[in-house]
């Protein structure tokens, strides 16, 4: 089983930018029912099936995970087949800051406005240098997960963003 530990944080200001090294275009869909189940395309070239459960400890930072490569054509399928308008479409930056990788999804389309910072950890409680850009943490608040997202759009937290 896969495990991912993550905290998410919304981004304080467009100091980021300056620190960005590489970015790529996501479009994620995600199916209906209780288990998070998501295809992701990624830059039109790279096709992936997840399977997410669950949080596994109490502040919601891990997940179990399973991912699988698919077919380009088999995602595109699965977008219009059983997605729907659960989708979201976002540019996210790599960004080296001390001993971690930072992605920032910058939303687009209907998700316009929001920018998000998120950082995978090797384990719970791993301590983690906070850039400056970084601002209030939203780990465990699904509003802000990215199913929610293509589920109910931005106006669950317009006024928090």
């Known amino acids: 089983m896969g495990v991912e530990i993550e905290r998410k944080f919304l981004v304080a200001n467009s100091d ?12 994620q869909g995600y199916f209906p029912g209780k288990v998070t189940t998501r295809v992701r395309i990624k830059s039109n070239k790279i096709a992936e099936l997840t399977i997410k459960g669950d949080p596994l400890d109490d502040n919601k930072r891990a997940k179990s995970e399973y991912n699988y490569d698919i077919p380009l054509s088999d995602a595109y399928a699965m977008l219009t087949e059983f997605c729907m ?26 998700h316009r406005g929001l920018v998000v910072a998120e950082i995978e950890l090797d384990y719970f409680d791993q301590e983690v240098e906070l850039p400056s850009w970084v601002g209030r943490e939203v780990t465990g608040d699904n509003r802000f997960s990215n199913r929610s997202l293509a589920t109910h759009g931005l106006e669950q937290i317009k006024d928090e963003i």
């Open 85 to 110: 308008k659960r989708i979201i479409k976002k540019l996210r930056y790599q960004i080296k800051h001390g001993r971690f990788t930072w992605e920032i999804d910058e939303f687009i389309g209907r």
């Open 16 to 27: 980021w930018q300056k620190e960005s090294e590489s970015w790529s275009v996501y479009l």
